[in-house]
């Protein structure tokens, strides 16, 4: 049963993420592959594809170190179907660039629970917010889920407010070598982090109207369980679930206002619905329910296939 075998956390299931993560990039990737089929075409895609694998493995870490979910790997399963059931996502190398920084933040954040070293968190996590924004430019509103932590986790000395500042100013330094060196216009590096569209028109297709659906309601329904379920978490740990529904509301927050709308956008979702999800799925005691569950997550990416 599906359940059963992903219910343990073990070895083989990192190589089965991977396979399945492989054959979405390779399928959703193939006609750009084609297009572009030579040696260092090739050598930029297996680095791609790195990037993608490596996303997922530090998913994984912040998740198990800091206990947001049970030792199991449905997590990982969960953040790789996403990737199937939305196989846009892959398309986009600077978003996927922006998604590895936004984790690394969130997983500074999520370490601030323990309350050491507190300076050097809050440092790195706006530090790679602002990394994160020389790729995507909308990947800066994840700044403000840095204050939230701060408020979350009851923080109280006004000087680790300041901190956040520092680190966006050491990133704006090598932003500004970034411009130096480019040649980039600024007003067109600033004016790009306020563009925004309400047009969604380019996401009317069967494939990303059927995926995203499946993604916003499985969250949504199973964001209901979650927020139940943050009472019977230790005291400690209680900042550090409500946490991730910021970020899931950041992410949906990109959804709606990113002015390229292509389905690649959907990344920022994947890791806090991902958590959310498997919170979820844990609870559940009717067996046939969480494999019915699962098995729809796994068959829903195939029959869009064949829309």
């Not at 530090?58 to 990737?83: A, E, G, H, P, Q």
């Not at 925004?196 to 297709?205: E, G, P, Q």
Request: proline share 2%; hydrophobic share 55%.
């Amino acid at each position: 049963m599906i359940s059963t075998f992903f219910s343990k956390s073990k070895p083989i299931h990192y190589i089965v993420v991977s396979t399945i993560l492989l054959v979405v990039f390779v399928w959703a990737r193939l006609n750009l592959i084609r297009e572009d089929f030579h040696v260092w075409g090739v050598i930029e895609e297996m680095a791609l594809f790195s990037i993608c694998l490596f996303s997922v493995f530090l998913f994984d870490f912040f998740v198990s170190r800091n206990k947001l979910t049970k030792k199991n790997s449905y997590n990982i399963v969960l953040f790789v179907l996403f990737f199937a059931i939305l196989p846009e996502t892959v398309l986009s190398a600077k978003i996927l660039m922006a998604n590895v920084f936004v984790l690394l933040s969130l997983r500074r954040l999520i370490s601030l629970r323990t309350q050491k070293n507190i300076k050097k968190k809050l440092f790195d996590a706006a530090f790679w917010v602002v990394i994160a924004t020389l790729f995507y430019a909308w990947s800066a509103v994840f700044i403000i889920l840095v204050f939230v932590a701060l408020v979350t986790y009851a923080i109280t000395d006004v000087k680790n407010y300041l901190i956040p500042f520092i680190g966006v100013a050491t990133a704006g330094v090598l932003v500004a070598s970034y411009v130096s060196v480019t040649n980039l216009e600024t007003s067109k590096l600033i004016s790009s982090v306020f563009d925004y569209s309400l047009d969604y028109s380019a996401l009317n297709s069967k494939q990303i109207i059927v995926g995203s659906t499946i993604l916003l309601s499985f969250g949504l329904w199973s964001l209901f369980y979650y927020v139940k379920n943050i009472k019977s978490q230790k005291k400690t740990y209680r900042p550090s679930f409500k946490l991730i529904i910021m970020a899931a509301i950041l992410g949906l927050l990109i959804v709606i206002f990113a002015p390229t709308k292509n389905g690649s956008e959907f990344l920022f979702l994947f890791a806090p619905l991902s958590i959310i999800i498997t919170n979820y799925i844990e609870v559940i005691t009717e067996k046939w329910f969480k494999e019915t569950l699962l098995l729809a997550l796994i068959v829903a990416p195939v029959a869009m296939l064949l829309l």
